[in-house]
Nanobody, 124 residues
Framework: QVQLRESGGGLVQAGDSLRLSCAAS????????MAWFRQAPGREREFVAV????????VYADSVKTRFTISRGIVKNTVNLQMNNLKPEDTAVYHC?????????????????WGQGTQVTVSS
């Protein structure tokens, strides 16, 4: 059974940077498409970024595309999210997600596996 675990969240000020990481454990013999979603209190879970299994292609939400960078780690089925110039509206629980089929997606229902999430809080 595959589990995803996020790390790297925290409390920062507006304009600061954070780097989130996610690692899959368990059955990692296949490469997963991996993504980040976030959910703020009282709001729906929203797409942030997705990266292909090969690491070549990536798609970002418009709200983050000039500030965030998603990348695959050296270890199989790890993914990072470099977040620069953070804004208070970026405050949310950030969840790592993975899907088996090799087709990038931006809808939460298309993903098979989810991590518990890591809190990111940006103060103004």
């Amino acid at each position: 059974q595959v589990q995803l675990r996020e790390s790297g969240g925290g409390l920062v000020q507006a304009g600061d940077s954070l780097r989130l990481s996610c690692a899959a454990s368990g059955r990692t013999s296949i490469e997963y498409e991996m993504a980040w979603f976030r959910q703020a209190p009282g709001r729906e879970r929203e797409f942030v970024a997705v990266i292909s299994w090969s690491g070549v292609g990536a798609v970002y939400a418009d709200s983050v595309k000039t500030r965030f960078t998603i990348s695959r780690g050296i270890v199989k089925n790890t993914v990072n999210l470099q977040m620069n110039n953070l804004k208070p509206e970026d405050t949310a629980v950030y969840h790592c997600a993975a899907k088996i089929l090799p087709k990038m997606a931006t809808v939460a229902d298309d993903f098979d596996l989810w991590g518990q999430g890591t809190q990111v809080t940006v103060s103004s």
